[in-house]
């Protein structure tokens, strides 16, 4: 595997690999909180080796990212089945600015802290939740980290030419849902912060202002909190969705944020996050706006 080959006795060797399983495994699943559990049957899965074993394994780091990949192949699979019986649209689990709050209300190791790059955006993970998870997997493994095709090939199950193909049809799939970002990231902060004052003075024009014509909103409540059911498509409607919430949900504050690395925004109720908003635009407008609402999803930007 890619990790270079270190004594399997050493610990801090090991330990070291966290971060690289929770990276990997967030963008495979589109979780935090499954991406957690994923490196910690990782890791239990290792200990669980014979010592002599252990001693045996040449690189560690790969045989660990062999076995999450595996999981999360596993996990995917099944993922399908779940969300079809999720209430109302998934949209992937959010990432705060800070990082370092990862699972729970307590700071957590610098190793737990997901990089946020071009691979970890809202819209990004959006279009990686369309492909299948062999093709998931594959284009992860070897287009964002970089893994050969041979090494993906021991972690999907089939031949390397056969993963090439798997990662040059999701490519494709990425290139066609996701042009090349081209708003500087300040113009991309002073839309959000255009949106964040016309909904706070539920100005339908001022939102209008800032979407595209065919802009779509989509909430994710999974059902424990009220969200739309299904996708608010055009600016106008948008528009009035959002204006609406605003006036039936008094007392939200709404705070600029990074969500998953891009300018975003969070809405807040006595000191509580309600929901997280992530926005794709393009240009000077709106494309797409992704509100999570689900209370599980939302735990991270919960700590104090």
């Known amino acids: 595997m890619s990790t270079p080959s270190e004594p399997s006795g050493d610990l801090d060797v090991i330990t070291r690999e966290r971060r690289q399983l929770i990276n990997l495994s967030y963008r495979l699943l589109g979780s935090l909180a499954e991406a957690e559990d994923v490196v910690q049957e990782t890791y239990a899965r290792w200990y ?71 691979s970890v955006t809202m819209a990004f993970l959006v279009v990686l939740e369309s492909m299948t998870p062999a093709e998931r997997v594959a284009f992860v493994l070897h287009d964002v980290f970089r893994y050969s095709f041979a090494e993906v090939a021991g972690i999907v199950g089939r031949s390397p030419a056969a993963c090439r193909r798997l990662a040059s049809s999701a490519r ?21 912060r255009a949106f964040r004052r016309a909904w706070e003075a539920q100005d339908i024009d001022g939102l209008i202002g800032v979407l595209a014509p065919d802009a779509t909103a989509t909430g994710d409540g999974g059902g ?45 109720k006595d000191g509580v996050t309600v929901s997280v908003l992530a ?26």
């Open 48 to 118: 669980a080796l014979p010592p002599e074993q252990r001693d045996g394994i040449a690189s560690p780091g790969g045989w660990l990212t062999t076995v999450a990949g595996r999981i999360c192949l596993d996990l995917l699979g099944s993922a399908r089945a779940r969300r079809e019986r999720y209430v109302g649209e998934w949209i992937p689990e959010p990432l705060p600015g800070r990082t370092e709050w990862v699972g729970g209300n307590a700071p957590a190791d610098p190793a737990d802290r997901v990089t946020l790059d071009e």
């Open 172 to 192: 494709r799939r990425v290139r066609a849902e996701r042009p090349p970002a081209t708003t500087p990231e300040a113009r991309r902060a002073d839309v959000v």
């Open 224 to 268: 424990l909190v009220p969200a739309a059911l299904h996708p608010v498509e055009g600016a106008g409607p948008v528009a009035r969705f959002f204006a609406e919430r605003a006036r039936a949900v008094p007392g939200i504050v709404l705070e600029e944020c990074a969500v998953n690395g891009r300018p975003g925004l969070a809405a807040r």
């Open 279 to 304: 926005f794709d635009i393009a240009g000077d407008r709106i494309q797409h706006v992704w509100a999570v609402l689900n209370p599980d999803k939302l735990r991270p930007w919960t700590a104090p």
